[in-house]
């Protein structure tokens, strides 16, 4: 069974940073895409971020680029989130989620239930 | 960027029918496009990939169809377990991927 478990989460001042991870068990880690995905309170689902299953290519969205930044170590099945320049519109529910494969095949079959990050002073 | 619109935004229905929801891209997608289950405070759950295949332990009665920008998710007899908000998703022109806006499932 694939597991992911995200962690990192909790309040930050605006203009501050937060680095999320997410563990993944179950599968082969390094043989997968993996996304980040967002969800304001009482809100839809908005893509942030993805990495292919080898961490050489990366995509953001425009709302994150250049303040956050995607990375994994697949020596240690886990996936990262580094967030900077944090602002109040920033203040979702994070998940990860596995692909189905590559960066191409984005349909996203395992999630994490996600950790909190909110923005405020 | 690829603009989804989902419809509709809220729909109510007695057990036992038949719901149809719908998705439309704004450039063609090919058949790279999912639907998405989100149960209140529990993670999305896959239903649909490829536009129209079952994602592993999907029950039946939820279909999907569609090719190109318009796309429908169908569930042939609503069970009450239904009630979620459902997500529709391109990936076939990226980045970015994008979702819908979601559609409201709620039981009469």
């Known amino acids: 069974e694939v597991q992911l478990l995200e962690s990192g989460g909790g309040l930050v001042q605006p203009g501050g940073s937060l680095r999320l991870s997410c563990a993944v068990s179950?599968?082969?880690?390094?043989?997968?895409?993996m996304t980040w995905v967002r969800q304001a309170p009482g809100k839809g689902l908005e893509w942030v971020s993805s990495i292919s299953g080898s961490g050489v290519s990366t995509y953001y969205s425009d709302s994150v680029k250049g303040r956050f930044t995607m990375s994994r170590d697949n020596s240690k099945n886990t996936l990262y989130l580094q967030m900077s320049s944090l602002r109040a519109d920033d203040t979702a529910v994070y998940s990860c989620?596995?692909?189905?494969?590559?960066?191409?095949?984005?349909?996203?079959?395992?999630w994490g239930q996600g950790t909190l990050v909110t923005v405020s002073s | 960027e690829i603009v989804m619109t989902q419809s509709p935004a809220t729909l109510s229905v007695s057990p036992g029918e038949r719901v149809t929801l719908s998705c439309r891209t704004s450039q063609s997608v090919g058949n790279n496009f999912a639907w998405y289950q989100q149960k209140p405070g529990q993670a999305p759950r896959l239903l649909i990939y490829?536009?129209?295949t079952r994602a592993t332990g999907i029950p039946a009665r939820f279909s999907g169809s569609g090719s190109g920008t318009e796309f429908t998710l169908s569930i042939s007899s609503l069970q009450s377990e239904d009630l979620a908000v459902y997500f529709c998703q391109q990936y076939g022109y990226w980045p970015p991927w994008t979702f819908g806006q979601g559609t409201k499932v709620e039981i009469k």
């Open positions: 490829g536009a129209s």
């Open positions: 179950g599968v082969t880690f390094s043989s997968y895409a």
């Open positions: 989620a596995k692909a189905l494969g590559a960066l191409s095949q984005m349909g996203l079959d395992s």
